[in-house]
């Protein structure tokens, strides 16, 4: 019986272990094993999190949910690989070590939100608290906005800085205007006090995508009543104002929306890496990592690489098909 080990909850490790299901159905637990690791019982849809800022959302979905069929889960975080051996020791709940081996390992330890120093003032859309945070301080400023007399200090109140032109900052400008403009309206003001600005430092939103698309994405935005500043670099939040490198901007308050980067536990894995820290794979060196590791897959940052295998399936977050190599 193959032994295939999923390491990681995530996006990518969920959706695998979904594709594998639809591709061996009836062969599991009689010609293929799964086993999902995780250290927490739940997967985490941090890319929700806009979401906990204007309504209540379950985020956290328990990862035996996803384990269906004959699909094991195990919570245990990774200590150690012995890849000759192809077997990884396990952190187990109750604080013992567990060996457990394998005949594939797919590493999908995918991503963790960036943070932005406190020093820097504003809130970093990072976690559930930081989205009540940011709910508790806007519902807040709407009613200081609707004790002040003055239309400007009022407008002042009712303008909120977004830091990050990647597709959380997006996301959270367009759902934060709308609820923003419903709430003040609800509250006995005007919706067009509400002012949402989208800072960026690129030159076009969405880095990668092609010109045109970010161009379109900015007209839709601004037709929601979005102001974009793109080629701005903001230093700080501090008194009410934004403190870019052209000058300042009152604003009743900055979210920064940073992104995420490679899960640094990566880095203590003993794979050879690339500069952004992801697993190294080279296709020249017949389809092994750099140190001649094979039987491993790597699932990272929304870019899958296989070892040895063919491609099946190809997905994107919000599609339902994977990734997945051919075992037999």
Request: with cysteine.
């Given at each position: ?22 591709e061996f159905g009836h062969s599991i ?185 970010s161009e379109k994405l900015v007209k839709?935005?601004?037709?929601l009543g979005i102001t974009i500043r ?99």
């Open positions: 019986m193959k032994h295939i080990v999923v390491l990681g909850g995530g996006f990518a490790g969920i959706n695998l272990v979904n594709g594998l299901i639809k637990g009689k010609d293929v094993k799964i086993t999902l690791v995780d250290k927490n019982s739940f997967h985490f849809r941090k890319v929700l999190l806009f979401k906990m800022i204007i309504e209540d959302a379950n985020l956290k979905v328990p990862l035996t949910r996803y384990c269906t069929n004959g699909v094991e889960y195990l919570k245990g975080e990774v200590t150690a690989f012995h890849h000759t051996k192809k077997t990884i020791t396990l952190k187990m709940e109750n604080e013992q070590n567990n060996t457990l081996q394998y005949d594939y390992l797919v590493v999908a330890l995918g991503s963790v939100v960036q943070e932005v120093s406190s020093k820097l003032g504003g809130i970093t859309l990072s976690s559930i608290k930081a989205s009540l945070d940011i709910r508790q301080k806007l519902q807040s400023l709407i009613l200081q906005a609707k004790a002040e007399e003055n239309k400007e200090v009022r407008k002042g109140l009712l303008c909120v800085a977004i830091i990050g032109g990647g597709i959380t900052g997006i996301e959270t400008a367009a759902e934060l205007t709308a609820w923003l403009k419903k709430e003040v309206q609800e509250a006995g003001l005007h919706s067009n006090e509400v002012e949402v600005t989208l800072f960026d430092s690129k030159e076009h939103l969405l880095r990668g995508v092609p010109v045109k698309v839709e935005l601004n037709r793109a080629k701005t670099k903001v230093k700080q939040f501090e008194d009410g104002q934004i403190l870019c490198a052209d000058g300042t901007n009152k604003v009743g308050e900055c979210i920064w929306t940073p992104g995420v980067k490679v899960n640094p536990f990566i880095q203590t894995l003993q794979f050879p890496l690339t500069k952004e820290h992801q697993i190294l794979f080279s296709i020249s060196s017949g389809s092994e990592f750099g140190l001649g590791i094979s039987n491993i897959i790597s699932v990272q940052m929304n870019l899958f690489l296989l070892p040895k295998t063919s491609l099946r399936f190809c997905g994107e977050e919000g599609s339902n098909s994977t990734f997945f190599p051919e075992f037999f």
